[in-house]
């Protein structure tokens, strides 16, 4: 018998079982995860991983993170910082933003970041955030949507879209397309977007295209395959430009999105079984920061980045015609042409 891949591991996840067993599925997700984690370095006995550490400098570069108060999100910031590059982060709420730089500037060593607030469920605060970035910068060489959520699913927000598909396609659709003509002045410049082995089991119905008959974490896994779709999306139509797009998974981490689930009985016993396989923030930060400054992927666009290694993403992420019609749902709902 040949080893399982965690593609098809995850796709394990959307048995009848789990269904039946609805309850249980956050921990099924996990594990099933976590056992791909194994399943991957068991098929790569000499992980062929590039050195994470060769990396050009980033003096001189501007990078905006999203989601980069915690996590890997605030990870990939000082990683970046680090490098030498002028760092965005933006947070929800000001004063953790505001600890988060001070943060990064102090550890980092390097210039200083800056620091703009924005609720990326809410369409007017995005627009908001890239009307104030562009009032204040010039230039955009590498964007990094990198936020994203589970519990909130089910809660509209103000706009009336649920909020899981709001923060994890909306939000990244949207800011995209209102910084590409700064991209585009900047390049050679990267998009990066942080999906998620759980696009695996991600299969986007247009009837229901944000998931609301759906519980939580396969809303999850259709945020994510909405991500890839817009990545492939987007790489085609920026073609000839010089801004390249490349997605990611950064592996099973342990951040606030593990931890934020349903109950307290499931968050324990999420915690105990999935710790031992689990990456630290840092480590799940690597690949954003090798795709964001190793002259390895300079000119790559359009790829699916598996940690550090390229790999074929799922074969509903290559979808065209869907990735067409889901880049249609962004546009109406944010009102863009």
Same mark, same amino acid.
């Given at each position: 018998?040949? #080893? ?6 995850? =796709? ?25 984690? !194994?399943? *991957? ?29 915690? @996590?890997?999100?605030? +990870?990939?910031? =000082?990683?970046?910082?680090? &490098? ?13 933003? *505001? ?9 980092? $060593?390097? /210039? ?15 627009? $908001? =955030? ?11 060489? !590498? ?14 927000? %103000? ?14 659709? &949207? =800011?995209?397309?209102?910084? &590409? ?25 247009? $009837? ?31 073609? @000839?430009?010089?801004?390249? !797009? ?40 690597? /690949? ?8 390895? !992927?300079?000119?790559? %666009? ?24 889901? #880049? ?6 944010? +009102?863009?042409?």
């Amino acid at each position: 018998m040949g #080893w399982i891949r965690s593609e098809t591991v995850l =796709l394990l996840t959307t048995t009848n079982a789990c269904y039946y067993c609805y309850a249980l599925s956050p921990i099924i997700d996990v594990i099933m995860a976590c056992v791909g984690e !194994v399943c *991957q370095k068991s098929v790569f006995i000499i992980p062929h991983y590039r050195d994470a550490s060769e990396k050009i400098g980033l003096k001189d570069k501007v990078c905006l993170v999203t989601g980069s108060t915690s @996590g890997i999100g605030k +990870a990939t910031a =000082l990683g970046l910082a680090r &490098l030498g590059a002028t760092v965005i982060v933006v947070a929800r709420d000001e004063s953790r933003g *505001q600890e988060t730089l001070e943060y990064i500037n102090k550890e980092s $060593n390097g /210039p200083p970041g800056h620091l703009f607030i924005a609720d990326l469920s809410e369409i007017d605060s995005i627009k $908001n =955030l890239c009307k104030e970035f562009k009032n204040r910068f010039e230039r955009l060489d !590498v964007l990094i949507n990198n936020a994203g959520v589970v519990t909130q699913h089910g809660k509209n927000t %103000t706009d009336g879209i649920d909020t899981l598909f709001a923060v994890n396609y909306i939000a990244p659709f &949207l =800011l995209t397309n209102l910084l &590409l003509d700064l991209l585009k002045s900047s390049a050679p410049s990267r998009i990066i977007n942080v999906s998620s082995s759980a696009h695996g089991y991600g299969n986007i119905d247009f $009837n229901d295209v944000q998931s609301r008959k759906k519980g939580a974490w396969r809303a999850y896994g259709d945020s994510k395959l909405a991500l890839l779709l817009f990545s492939y999306e987007l790489a085609k139509r920026l073609e @000839g430009t010089g801004v390249t !797009v490349n997605a990611l998974h950064p592996g099973v981490i342990s951040t606030n999105l593990i931890s934020g689930r349903e109950s307290s009985l499931s968050r324990g016993f999420l915690r105990a079984i999935s710790s031992p396989f689990l990456r630290s923030p840092q480590k799940g930060a690597e /690949p954003s920061v090798y795709l964001a400054s190793s002259p390895e !992927v300079e000119g790559i %666009t359009g790829k699916y980045f598996d940690k550090l290694r390229e790999r074929k993403s799922s074969e509903r992420s290559y979808d065209e015609e869907a990735g067409k019609k889901l #880049w249609q749902v962004g546009a109406d709902l944010t +009102a863009m042409k």
